[in-house]
Nanobody
């Protein structure tokens, strides 16, 4: 069992930056690949970033590539999402998720555990 708690959301102007954190409970954090997803009102949950257990492989959709960076610190049981050059269309609730799967990490259905989400609002 893994419990995930996101933090770091807030309100920022377009072009600004935010850093999200996701703290995980449990002693097996390094066994999990981690992902970030977001969901805007009336829209489906969207893949934002994923990272494998060691941090050696990272994945992004084109919509955030070059602007967002995912990282993890297995000693601190934490995964991070650095978001730069934010746009109003990045506004959503951001969720972190954990999975023992090693492929298709862009699919929400591949994840076993989810956090409660943190709101990110980008004003124009």
């Amino acid at each position: 069992q893994v419990q995930l708690v996101e933090s770091g959301g807030g309100l920022v102007q377009a072009g600004g930056s935010l850093s999200l954190s996701c703290a995980a409970s449990g002693r097996t954090f390094s066994s999990y690949a981690m992902g970030w997803f977001r969901q805007a009102p009336g829209k489906e949950r969207e893949f934002v970033a994923a990272i494998n257990w060691s941090g050696g492989s990272k994945y992004y959709p084109d919509s955030v590539k070059g602007r967002f960076t995912i990282s993890r610190d297995n000693r601190k049981n934490t995964v991070y999402l650095q978001m730069n050059s934010l746009k109003p269309e990045d506004t959503a609730v951001y969720y972190c998720a954990a999975t023992t799967n090693i492929s298709s990490l862009h699919l929400p259905t591949r994840y076993d555990y989810w956090g409660q989400g943190t709101q990110v609002t980008v004003s124009s």
